[in-house]
């Protein structure tokens, strides 16, 4: 069994940035799995944000988010984090940490087995 916790959501204005976490605990073989950040905002569906592949060599984008977030990962400390710059009301949501069982990075939700309970992201106009 796999837990992922994600923190450091909260609210912030636009154009300010915020620092997600997520650890990764239990039976996690997040030392060769690919992981991936989703969000979902009221009254929408879950949509991809950011993955990133096993070594940290691979990364991907959705591109609403190209340029202004950074994903990045620590498997020593088990752990992926997602920086976000120049935030934007259309980035209110409730953020996911995701985890796959291999390493190949895919912005599919439906090919990640693991996931968190979320972390609120308000951004104010």
């Known amino acids: 069994q796999v837990q992922l916790v994600e923190s450091g959501g909260r609210l912030v204005q636009a154009g300010g940035s915020l620092r997600l976490s997520c650890v990764a605990s239990g039976r996690t073989f997040i030392n060769t799995a690919a992981m991936g950040w989703f969000r979902q905002a009221p009254g929408k569906e879950r949509e991809f944000v950011a993955a990133i592949g096993w070594r940290g060599y691979t990364t991907e984008y959705a591109d609403s988010v190209k340029g202004r977030f950074t994903i990045s990962r620590d498997n020593a400390q088990n752990t992926v984090s997602l920086q976000m710059n120049s935030l934007k009301p259309d980035d209110t949501a409730v953020y996911y940490c995701?985890?796959?069982?291999?390493?190949?990075?895919?912005?599919?939700?439906?090919?990640?087995?693991?996931w968190g309970q979320g972390t609120q992201v308000t951004v104010s106009s």
């Open positions: 995701a985890q796959r069982k291999t390493g190949v990075v895919t912005d599919l939700p439906s090919e990640y087995n693991y």
